[in-house]
């Protein structure tokens, strides 16, 4: 059973950084690629990227472009989440997820995900 925990979550003033980490076990990492969600309170979940299986590309929504970066390490069956500039509208909890099949083609779209985390709170003050 694949268990997922998110950590690194914290308060953080409008325009500074945070890097949530998401630690992966019950499974072999490697082969999976991995991805990011958003929730802002009375919001629906939203798609922030995805890393590729191999770690050789990733993919990131227009929204957080140019501020976020995803990033794995599969020796430490690990996924990142750097986020520059951050600001209000980035507050959120933030959940890793991963999908059932390896090596997927569509590793850049949403509904390829469907194992959750417990989710990290990040919040920006403005």
């Known amino acids: 059973q694949v268990q997922l925990v998110e950590s690194g979550g914290g308060l953080v003033q409008a325009g500074g950084s945070l890097r949530l980490s998401c630690a992966a076990s019950?499974?072999?990492?490697?082969?999976?690629?991995m991805a990011w969600f958003r929730q802002a309170l009375g919001k629906e979940r939203e798609f922030v990227g995805a890393v590729r299986w191999s770690a050789d590309s990733t993919y990131t929504v227009p929204s957080v472009k140019g501020r976020f970066t995803i990033s794995r390490d599969n020796a430490k069956n690990t996924v990142y989440l750097q986020m520059n500039g951050l600001n209000s509208e980035d507050t959120a909890v933030y959940y890793c997820?991963?999908?059932?099949?390896?090596?997927?083609?569509?590793?850049?779209?949403?509904?390829?995900?469907?194992?959750w985390g417990q989710g990290t709170q990040v919040t920006v003050s403005s």
């Open positions: 997820a991963a999908p059932l099949a390896r090596h997927s083609n569509t590793w850049f779209r949403a509904d390829d995900y469907t194992l």
């Open positions: 019950g499974r072999t990492f490697s082969g999976y690629s």
